[in-house]
Each structure stands twice: as C-alpha cells, then as structure tokens.
C-alpha cells in the first residue's frame, strides 16, 4: 500500500491548487481586469474584460470579450450585484452577460483589495458551471483608462 501511494505522489496524480491566504478588511471596489470560464451543456465559453465595482451602490459593470463555441463575441456587457455575508472576505450576488444561459449567482472571494476570484453557486439548479479571477487594473501609462 505505500509503495502505491509513493508512486501516486511521485507522479503527481493526487489532488492539488493554490491556497492565498486572505486580507481581513479587504475591499471590493474599483477597477479590474477579469477572467472567467463558464460550462454549460457540454460547451465551454472563456472571456476576459474589465469591470468597474461601486461599492456604494453594490454593483458592477464592465466589458467582456468572450469566446463561446469558438465563436467570437466581442464587447458585450457585464452587469451584477453585491452583497456583504457574515464570512469575512465573502461576498455573494449576481452576473449577468449575454452569452450567459441566465443571470449567474455568484460568490466573490476576495483576497486583498486588489486580487480574488467568483465562482457560480447556482450550478446544481442550472446545470452550469463559471469560474473567474478578477485582479486591480493598472494603467500602462499616465493618462490611459
């Protein structure tokens, strides 16, 4: 038996991912630069945008490029929704976009102001799967958006 597990980990077939350990105090609001991949009915969509959080009003909007089916969708819009929840760094709400079967429940995942994931929680209801990063934007010169 450890022989067979010594050659399981030797290999590297057991289970692995990155673990970040999170900021307390951490806010979502801002500029950021996105990327998600979405599962629905055996097909897959990828996309990547930039999104601007109001934290006042508890929303956010963006653009997204998005490939779904390997067809090009570019510049559609990202809209969603926020909510605080008694977990610390946790937040739950909403996307919506129009390569999205239907608005997507959400929980962001934030690990410092500047850096954190969402991830669908409404994938048994609806049979679909979404999992994104967000990340704080930075412009590339003085001046640029």
């Not at 991949?37 to 897959?44: C, D, L, P, R």
């Not at 934030?110 to 669908?120: K, R």
């Amino acid at each position: 038996m450890k022989a067979a597990l010594r050659e399981k980990c030797a290999w590297g077939r057991g289970n692995r991912g990155i673990a970040y350990p999170a900021v307390a105090g951490a806010s979502f609001s801002g500029q950021y630069g996105l990327s998600f991949t979405q599962n629905f009915f055996g097909s897959e969509a990828d996309g990547t945008g930039q999104m601007t959080v109001d934290t006042t009003a508890h929303t956010l909007s963006g653009i997204v490029d998005t490939n779904s089916s390997f067809f090009a969708q570019p510049n559609t819009a990202l809209i969603g929704s926020f909510q605080a929840t008694a977990i610390s760094g946790r937040l739950t709400g909403t996307l919506s976009n129009k390569i999205f079967p239907s608005d997507l429940a959400v929980a962001y995942y934030l690990i410092d102001s500047s850096n954190g994931f969402f991830v669908e929680t409404d994938s048994l209801n609806t049979a679909n799967l979404s999992l994104g990063y967000f990340a704080g934007r930075v412009p590339v010169c003085q001046g640029c958006p």
